[in-house]
């Protein structure tokens, strides 16, 4: 296989823009709100990660809702409001791909094409996204296993493009204090098996913040080579996943737990 460590030895450096690498030495943090709602509450999240340091934006601009009911997203609107924040910033754009029919849209304006954990297994759009020059980060499907994820990955990188990032965010079991239960020994496990990126998403695996820096530690010292999380100025506004986006602040105190972890791996 392509993705596995035989086939390859070395660890895969993805290239974001001009300043970003993961699966390098530094530890980068993918951070913003669950979905564009709007270019002022945009700018003001963007504004205030930038002030921090995170180098890279998430954000997303169609959104797969469990309900047809629940808020879809702007689409292109919030594309345009993503890729002004990058020009005045300089800060790279993360953004979900849900269809192949939008590829040629949200490959227009983003930097990273997401592919979320209920298209894992869109073996159309893995394949559309393994044929353009950007990279993807593959969100593990909620009930796949590494197998099943590792497979997808190789759907990409066998159409021909390597630059694909794991991204571990947590599945399905039955406890339900949590949104999702964060399989960190995926980390460690991925890493042996394959020579991509992985990264965590703490966010979608807990549902709720307070677990938030303590599995951000974790995953870090599990060998996480990023990190992604959601961030709302007023998260009780947000119109999607409030309840597990965290405040500039409590962002700001994260980074500041994070840095000991992160020089110690
Ligand atoms: C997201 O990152 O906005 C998202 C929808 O994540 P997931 O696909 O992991 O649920
Ligand atoms: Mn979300």
């Known amino acids: 296989k392509l993705v596995s460590r ?47 340091g995170v180098p890279m934006l998430r954000g997303g ?42 590829l040629l849209l949200v490959h227009k304006y983003a930097d990273v094409l997401q592919i979320g954990t209920r298209n894992m297994q869109n073996f ?25 994820f590792l497979m997808s990955a190789e759907y990409i990188v066998s159409h021909g493009n390597e630059k694909v990032i794991l991204c571990e965010r947590g599945i399905r079991t039955f406890e339900s204090e949590t949104r999702n239960t964060l399989d960190l020994s995926a980390v460690p496990l991925l890493k042996k098996l394959t020579h991509l990126p992985v990264i965590v998403d703490p966010s979608h695996a807990l549902g709720r913040t307070d677990l938030i820096p303590a599995m951000s530690c974790a995953a870090v010292a599990a060998g996480a080579d990023g990190l992604m999380l959601e961030v709302h100025v007023r998260p009780q506004e947000a119109l999607s996943d409030g309840a597990q986006s965290l405040t500039p602040q409590a962002m700001a105190d994260l980074l500041q737990k994070l840095e000991p972890v992160a020089r110690a791996v």
């Open 6 to 52: 035989e086939f390859k030895e070395e660890d895969t450096v993805v290239r974001i823009g001009d300043h970003v690498e993961l699966g390098g030495k530094a530890i980068p943090i993918i951070a913003g709100p669950c979905a564009v709602e709007g270019r002022e509450v945009l700018d003001e999240i963007a504004d205030a990660l930038h002030g921090l």
């Open 61 to 102: 601009a169609f959104k797969p809702r469990t309900s047809p009911y629940s808020f879809q997203g702007l689409g292109e609107l919030a594309l345009k409001y993503m890729s002004d924040v990058r020009e005045r910033t300089g800060m790279p754009i993360v953004t979900e791909v849900m269809d192949p029919r939008d």
């Open 124 to 148: 159309r759009l893995l394949t559309e996204v393994g044929q353009v020059d950007k990279p993807v980060i593959l969100k593990r499907g909620m009930s796949a296993t590494i197998k099943e």
